[in-house]
């Protein structure tokens, strides 16, 4: 039982939007704590997405955008491509667990 | 570039140990965390702390206090993970990645490829 909660899995067809949930406490995003994104191809190690709930480093493309707002995040992806299919993980940090928090996950599949 | 380099699978025995090492390079190696994130076969991934090259503090994920040491080198910028009392459940790929604090939050920016760790009789 992961701390943050994600759908797992979600789908979509190619130029179509998505959404991924990311549901937290007042212990981790209900108190502030920022919430980060990271992609994981099949097979590869995780890679940063979004930090600090917005924000998209060098390389990312600007498909790729995060939102929150109270104890929830959501990472929305438009113009769905076939190299989108991955599995998605959101993170925080949990001020009663002190440490990181991560969410279970969501595999993205393209249709 | 930023880049940290793990070591090679691991093959262990239930009850035994393990030490998974953390090459770090491209950077300053004092001037981020290091945290170890686990992640079973088809499972999410699961943190098991962080570690401050600098002054070597530590923290742990509850899960894994008095089983986990994290250590560094900071001679050869190399940090290591050991997890000891190994049982099947602990079979996963072990990843390392560069974490930090800014105004943006706690995140990790750079990962290790992982080390595969297969406990087994």
């Known amino acids: 039982q992961s701390v943050l909660t994600q759908p797992p899995s979600v789908s979509g067809a190619p130029g179509q939007r998505v959404t991924i949930s990311c549901t937290g406490s007042?212990?981790?995003?209900?108190?502030?704590?920022?919430v980060h994104w990271y992609q994981q191809l099949p097979g590869t190690a995780p890679k940063l997405l979004i930090y600090g709930h917005t924000n998209r480093p060098s390389g990312v493309p600007d498909r790729f955008s995060g939102s929150k707002s109270g104890t929830s995040a959501s990472l929305a992806i438009t113009g769905l491509q076939a190299e989108d299919e991955a599995d998605y993980y959101c993170q925080s940090y949990d001020s009663s667990l002190t440490g990181v928090v991560f969410g279970g996950g969501t595999k993205l599949t393209v249709l | 570039q930023v880049q940290l380099v793990q070591s090679g699978a691991e093959v262990k025995k239930p009850g035994a140990s393990v030490k998974v090492s953390c090459k770090a390079s491209g950077y300053t190696f004092t001037s981020y965390d290091i945290n170890w994130v686990r992640q079973a076969t088809g499972q999410g991934l699961e943190w098991m702390g962080w570690?401050?090259?600098?002054?070597?503090?530590?923290g742990y994920a509850q899960n894994f206090q008095g089983r986990v040491t994290m250590t560094r080198d900071t001679s050869i910028t190399t940090a290591y993970m050991e997890l000891s009392s190994l049982s099947s459940e602990d079979t996963a790929v072990y990843y390392c990645?560069?974490?930090?604090?800014?105004?943006?939050?706690?995140?990790?920016?750079?990962w290790g490829q992982g080390t595969l760790v297969t406990v087994s009789s």
């Open positions: 007042s212990s981790n995003i209900g108190a502030g704590s920022d």
């Open positions: 570690m401050n090259p600098n002054s070597a503090n530590t």
């Open positions: 990645a560069r974490c930090g604090r800014d105004s943006s939050g706690y995140y990790c920016d750079y």
